[in-house]
């Protein structure tokens, strides 16, 4: 068997594997660019008091406040998971999910944590 049948294989084989899955791979791309807001949403019901508390703990903004704000990101990530997913005002979808990115921030004052943004740091360059 010689290159040339060897390379006609593989294309007859990756051509017949994209026709069968050509209609599923644009949703598992989107279902993986979202996965980290997916994840942490879940992640957000089920630990619901602890966010909670945390955030009252760190910022003294009272229980109302605090629930006020874990329920507006949760509701803002599983929101923009399901808009980006269903390929709806998937634009807006985007700059909701930016701003919730933003306002974790802030809220959890991850931008002035010396100590997670350089193990940020470490792990984005070790995966280059």
């Not at 996965?35 to 879940?42: A, R």
């Not at 997913?85 to 991850?110: D, E, H, K, M, W």
């Not at 002035?112 to 280059?128: G, I, N, V």
Request: glycine fraction near 6%; include cysteine.
């Amino acid at each position: 068997m010689g290159q040339n049948d060897l390379m006609g294989t593989a294309e007859d084989f990756a051509d017949q594997f994209l026709r069968v899955t050509k209609q599923y791979l644009p949703h598992v791309a989107r279902l993986c660019l979202i996965s980290t807001f997916l994840e942490d949403g879940i992640r957000m019901w089920f630990q619901w008091s602890e966010q909670r508390d945390y955030i009252d703990s760190t910022w003294s903004c009272g229980y109302l406040l605090a629930s006020s704000f874990v329920f507006l990101n949760l509701l803002g990530q599983l929101t923009g998971c399901i808009l980006v997913l269903s390929r709806n005002f998937v634009q807006y979808a985007c700059f909701g999910l930016f701003g919730i990115i933003a306002l974790q921030t802030i809220a959890y004052s991850i931008l002035w944590d010396l100590k997670f943004l350089m193990r940020s740091f470490r792990t984005s360059w070790a995966r280059r």
